[in-house]
């Protein structure tokens, strides 16, 4: 890999600067890697555990004990961990469809939730595909104030709206690709407080995504009633091969279970297949693994700051997930950005993303990806839509010294087109 000497001068004066950053990510890795270590220990974690079931997948001991152990880690009553979850939005969709019931109300007080739950809740889509419009859901939201905090006032006007209603109130940790503050896990509990003292009957429920392992603690740990998030980001660290999770309160998750299953048979069934040992050994790696990729993602604001670009979050911020913008403000700055990523990656360096007209976006989008697990974004990835100001999203990073040449690369790729 060609870098230029500039760019390398750049990363040492950014790596002495982030060094109290580090500390605190490392000191956050420990917390957490002993809490699951704790885990382990509690339910007596053997080699047994890994052993396989298939058909019905009765009795599977290490699923029911992992469902256990991520409970514990996550500060919940109850825990939902399975490959048959097929990604992030069918965690949430599981979720959804478990707690809420014709006539209900489901209400989003961090803005508008992820683009692909707008089809699932009948924002969009087309009538008659089973959103939970069809089965007469109900379904509104509050933005976040301007500075990006909760609109204490909206919300209650909301519940007073809805008294009786509203089942579910739900807010999206993470910023997503939205142009928004991502919530702190304490900010997540000032809601679950708000919640009990006006609308005590309804289920808080946090979409979890990339924020996992960025903090101390979870937002079961401060009193959400249902936790959702995919395997093959924060959580599953960069081993689980596929799945999602549900965690909470005992009633929540049994409820989310019927849905993923049937009523009756709920979390007593699903063949493992030989997927326990990697969804172990991804629990015991995330706190680790996500470390790596805040690290990733300060340097990266560091970098592409120095150059004259625009971030967020700025590189000596806190951070409460894994995802980095930079405003690389032309279609020619956002296509190298993906270029150096992609030929910094460890599988199909040699591939060069283009951009193309990804189904359901209005712009065409580029997107860099090489990663072992197929869309896999706890592994090192970029993506954007083109159009103004170019925004890449960047995030991931198994290690941070892959990591590390993934933004140098990107910055060379970017310098270079700039020369042009
Ligand atoms: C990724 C993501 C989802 C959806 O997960 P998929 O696995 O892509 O379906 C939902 N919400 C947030 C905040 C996400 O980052």
Redesign the pocket.
Known sequence: MQISDSIIRLAEQAETALVPHFARIDRIAFANTAKVLDAFREHRVAANNFDSTSGYGYDDKGRDVLDRIWADVMGAEAALVRQQIV???HA?TVGLFGLLRPGDVMLSVAGKP?D?LEEVIGITGTPGDGSLRDFGVGYDTVELTPEGSFDWAGIEAKMRQYAGHLKMVFV?R?K?YLNRRTLSVEEIGGLVAFVRAHSPDSFVVV?N??GEFTEEREPCAVGADLVIG?LI?NPGGGMAETGGYLAGSRRAVELASYRLTSPGTGAEVGATMGQNKPMYKGLFYAPHTVAQALKTAHLAAYIFDALGFRVEPAWNEPRYDIIQTVITGSAEGLCAFCRGIQSASPVDSHVTPEPWAMPGYADQVIMAAGAFVQGSSIEMSADGPLRPPYTAFFQGGLTYESGKLGILAAADAMLRAQKK
Do not use: V
């Open positions: 990604s992030g939005t949430l992820y692909t999206q993470s997503g979409d995504c990339y995919s980001k």
